[in-house]
């Protein structure tokens, strides 16, 4: 791991993600920053090795729900389906509206770490969809 990340990356790497690793491709770390509540936010920072990311997902809510992202090191892209991928830095905030489908990972040559915030809302579930393939995220 590059020192200039690690040092950056304030809130640590974490564990390998192994309870999630078949919803990426590469590995990814997580370092859980609060504890799991019902009604509460969670907080858990997520490291992308580079080249890693998650496949397509939807977090489902019959109310509230959704995901926030807020980008601490690296360099990373979020994208929803059907639009532009999107760029990421530290500083960037991404607002994930329950039901959207999108992928978020780290770019090719750079780790990547955002704070992942669990929205609470009625009746929440993810949704683990197909992978984002090779030829689209070379294309980025």
């Known amino acids: 791991m590059d020192k200039d990340f690690e ?3 304030i809130f640590g790497l974490g564990n ?3 309870a999630y690793a078949r919803f990426f491709i590469g590995k990814s770390y997580l370092n859980p920053l609060t504890t799991p509540e019902p009604g509460k936010p969670f907080f858990a920072n997520v490291t992308f090795e580079p080249g890693c990311r998650n496949n397509w997902h939807i977090h489902h809510a019959d109310k509230g729900g959704g995901q ?3 980008c601490v090191a690296g360099s990373g892209w979020y994208q929803e389906w059907g639009k532009p991928a999107r760029s990421l830095k530290p500083g960037d905030v991404v607002v994930i509206p329950a039901g959207v489908k999108h992928w978020h990972g780290a770019k090719k040559d750079s780790w ?3 704070i992942a915030v669990e929205v609470p809302g009625e009746n929440t579930k993810n949704e683990w969809l197909e992978a984002v393939s090779d030829e ?3 294309s980025l």
């Open 7 to 9: 040092k950056s990356n």
């Open 16 to 18: 390998e993600n192994s």
């Open 68 to 70: 926030i992202l807020l």
């Open 112 to 114: 990547f770490s955002h």
């Open 136 to 138: 689209r995220y070379e």
